[in-house]
Nanobody, 123 residues
Framework: QVQLVESGGGLVQAGGSLRLSCAAS????????MGWFRQAPGKERAFVAH????????YYADSVKGRFTISRDNAKSTVYLQMNSLKQEDTAVYYC????????????????WGQGTQVTVSS
């Protein structure tokens, strides 16, 4: 089992920045690729970013490419999501998850999930 706890969400004005953190405990964090997803009200959970186990590969949804950066610190068992130039459409609950198998853009490919952290971007 891996327990994941997100933090760093909050209210920010459009154009601002936030950094989300996801702290892991339990089984070896470095053994899992990690992803961030988000879910806006009334919408399905959507892929945001993915990072490989050794940080060698990162992938982003087109909607956040160039604005968001995913990173990880295996020594701290933590994955981060730096979000810059935030837009109102980035408002959502953000979840981190540990990748099991399958395409990284699919939520079904992830087996452990955090409880989520709310990000609200105001105009």
């Amino acid at each position: 089992q891996v327990q994941l706890v997100e933090s760093g969400g909050g209210l920010v004005q459009a154009g601002g920045s936030l950094r989300l953190s996801c702290a892991a405990s339990g089984r070896t964090f470095s053994g899992y690729a990690m992803g961030w997803f988000r879910q806006a009200p009334g919408k399905e959970r959507a892929f945001v970013a993915h990072i490989s186990r050794n940080s060698g590969n990162t992938y982003y949804a087109d909607s956040v490419k160039g604005r968001f950066t995913i990173s990880r610190d295996n020594a701290k068992s933590t994955v981060y999501l730096q979000m810059n130039s935030l837009k109102q459409e980035d408002t959502a609950v953000y979840y981190c998850a540990a990748h099991f198998s399958g395409g990284y853009v699919y939520s079904s490919a992830y087996g452990y999930w955090g409880q989520g952290t709310q990000v609200t971007v105001s105009s």
